[in-house]
């Protein structure tokens, strides 16, 4: 049973460029849940998607989009940049019950380091 | 005040000693309550979730839950050096929370 994996594994950008990260959800898992976790903190929610739908949202700009495809994979994309992106991006996967999200899983990470 | 709060430690115990893991959380309305376990490098890793008050055994690991007193443990017994690492507290408010978590060294 494959787990939660995301690609790629580390990248690296300039300021002002755009970034795309890519997750798939644990088998039988349909909703997938993005973080940002800089150096020496928690992990930050970013959003959650369900059924397509960016279900929920935390405190980041609009620079900060996403994608959630039929078969649950998802994207994270990140335009213009910013040195401050730079961190450990988490794609976590749950299986929404009711109106509460279960237990959630992480992938590896994928590391942006922005110059 | 933060919502999910951590001592950031280090937290140093010898092998075989029990290691005491604790937060506190801001929203009396959390439902569940979980703790990761994260290496230097990796990603978070589950180690258990709680819904009641009370504990709940996993192996060497406990989790412990006072809702009234918005507060959240995890005991690890018989403390391995494997077990060095930063753990995590995290509070479902219908997205999860987390604290900065707690850095933990286990010496020989």
């Known amino acids: 049973d494959a787990g939660v994996t995301q690609s790629p594994t580390h990248l690296i950008k300039t300021r002002g460029q755009q970034v795309t990260l890519r997750c798939s959800p644990k088998?039988?898992?349909?909703?997938v849940s993005w973080y940002q976790q800089a150096l020496g903190q928690g992990p930050q929610f970013i959003f959650q998607?369900?059924?397509?739908?960016?279900?929920q949202r935390g405190n980041f700009p609009d620079r900060f989009s996403g994608h959630q495809f039929p078969n649950y994979s998802s994207e994270l994309n990140v335009n213009a940049l910013l040195l401050g992106d730079s961190a450990l991006y988490l794609c976590?996967?749950?299986?929404?019950?009711?109106?509460?999200?279960?237990?959630?899983?992480f992938g590896p990470g994928t590391r942006l380091t922005v110059l | 005040q933060k919502e999910v709060e951590q001592n950031s430690g280090p937290l140093s115990v010898p092998e075989g000693a029990i290691a005491s893991l604790n937060c506190t959380y801001s929203?009396?309305?959390?439902?569940?309550f979980f703790w990761y376990r994260q290496y230097s490098g990796k990603s978070p890793e589950l180690i258990m979730f709680?819904?009641?008050?009370g504990d709940k055994e996993d192996g060497r690991f406990t989790a412990q839950l006072n809702k009234a007193s918005q507060y959240v443990s995890l005991l690890i017994r018989d403390s391995q050096p494997s077990d060095s690492a930063t753990y995590l507290c995290?509070?479902?408010?219908?997205?999860?929370?987390f604290g900065t978590g707690t850095r933990l060294q286990v010496f020989p």
């Open positions: 976590a996967s749950s299986f929404l019950q009711g109106t509460s999200t279960d237990t959630q899983y």
């Open positions: 088998s039988g898992h349909d909703t």
């Open positions: 998607y369900y059924e397509e739908e960016e279900r």
């Open positions: 929203d009396r309305g959390s439902q569940s």
């Open positions: 709680i819904y009641s008050n």
């Open positions: 995290a509070v479902n408010t219908d997205k999860l929370i």
